[in-house]
C-alpha cells in the first residue's frame, strides 16, 4: 500500500498550504470517496448487515482516520493485514448481534 499512499500523503500535505489544492482533494477525491463509502455501507445496512443505530458517516471516519493516521505518521505501516483487522475489529462492533 506505500507505493500508492506516498502520493496521497504529498498531496495531503501540499493542501494544507494551497487553498487551490485543498479544494481540488476535497471535490475530486475525499468527498467523491466518501460518499461512494456511505453509500456501499448504506446498502448494507439496508441488507441488515450493519445495524440500523449505526451512523455511516463515523464508520467512514473510523475506517479512514486510522488509514490516514499511518499514512501520515508512518511509525506504523499501513499494510493490507491492518486494514484487514481493522474492518474485522469495525464490524464486530456495527453488525447485528442474534
Given at each position: 500500500m506505500r507505493g500508492?499512499?506516498?502520493?496521497v500523503a504529498e498531496i495531503i500535505g501540499i493542501a494544507q498550504s494551497d487553498p487551490d489544492v485543498a479544494e481540488a482533494?476535497?471535490?475530486?477525491?475525499?468527498?467523491?470517496?466518501?460518499r461512494?463509502?456511505?453509500?456501499?455501507?448504506?446498502?448494507a445496512q439496508q441488507q441488515g448487515q450493519i445495524r440500523?443505530?449505526?451512523?455511516?458517516?463515523?464508520?467512514?471516519?473510523?475506517?479512514?482516520?486510522a488509514c490516514y493516521?499511518?499514512?501520515l505518521?508512518?511509525?506504523q505501516p499501513l499494510t493490507r493485514e491492518f486494514a484487514d483487522?481493522?474492518?474485522?475489529?469495525?464490524?464486530?462492533?456495527?453488525?447485528?448481534?442474534p
Open positions: 500508492r499512499g506516498s502520493v482533494l476535497s471535490t475530486h477525491y475525499a468527498l467523491q470517496r466518501r461512494l463509502a456511505v453509500e456501499r455501507l448504506g446498502h440500523e443505530d449505526v451512523d455511516l458517516e463515523s464508520i467512514v471516519d473510523q475506517l479512514w482516520g493516521h499511518r499514512l505518521l508512518p511509525a483487522q481493522l474492518i474485522a475489529n469495525l464490524f464486530q462492533s456495527i453488525t447485528p448481534h
